[in-house]
C-alpha cells in the first residue's frame, strides 16, 4: 500500500524543483502562456485601431485638400484685373495690333467682313468694370433723310431686344453708334470668359453692320 501510495505521487507532474521555476518552464506555464496571447492580441488591436484612425485622418486631409483646390481660381484667371492683364488677354486672343494708351484704353483695329472698326477697351478700376465696344464703327449722320434716320434707330431698338450680349449706344454729341458691352469684375476675370466676350462682339458688329447701313440709306421705308 505505501509502494502504491508513492506511486501515484510519483506520477504527479513536477513544475517546480525546490524554488523558483527555470526559464524554459516559465515560458511553457499556461498563465504566461494566457497572458503573452493576450498582450500579443491586445497590440494587434491597438495597432489596428491606429491604423483606422490615421486612415479616418488622411481622408480627412484628401477631402479638405481636394476641396481647397475645388475653390483656387484656375491658372488663367486674374482675381485683381490690371490694363496690362486685359492687354494680354486681347493679344493672346489674336489682337496683335492691340495697342495701350497712357490714358489706360486699349484699342485694336478690326477688320471685318463687312467693315472695319476698332475694338476699344477701357477698365475701371475703382468701380471694376471692364468696357468694350466696337467704335469707329457708324455715324448717325450716314442717315440721308430724317425718315431713314428713324428707321435707324428703329434697327437700333430691335437689335438691342435681340441681342443677349452686347447693346447699340448712341452718342447724342457726336452722333456716334456703338457696340458695347460691360464686364463686371468684382469676382475677377478668366481669360476664356474675355476672350469669348471680345470675339462674339465684334462678330454681332460685323454681322449687324449691313441692315444698320441700309436703314441709314433709307432702304426698306
Known sequence: ?????????????????????????????????????????ARTKLLHLENQVLEQENTKLRQSLEGCEA?????DFAVNVTPEIVADYLRRSGFSDAKLQPTGVLSAPVQGTNTDFTLTIQLFEREKVLFVAATDYLQLEEATSSKAMVLLLTQLAAANYELLLGKFQLNPKNGEITLSVELNLDDGLGFRTFHSVVHHLTKTADERYPSLLRAAQGQGI
Open 1 to 41: 500500500m505505501v509502494g502504491a501510495h508513492r506511486l501515484r505521487a510519483c506520477k504527479r507532474p513536477v513544475l517546480f524543483h525546490g524554488g523558483a521555476p527555470s526559464a524554459r518552464e516559465a515560458d511553457y506555464h499556461p498563465h504566461v502562456l494566457a497572458l503573452v496571447l493576450l498582450l500579443g492580441c
Open 71 to 75: 475653390q483656387a481660381p484656375p491658372p
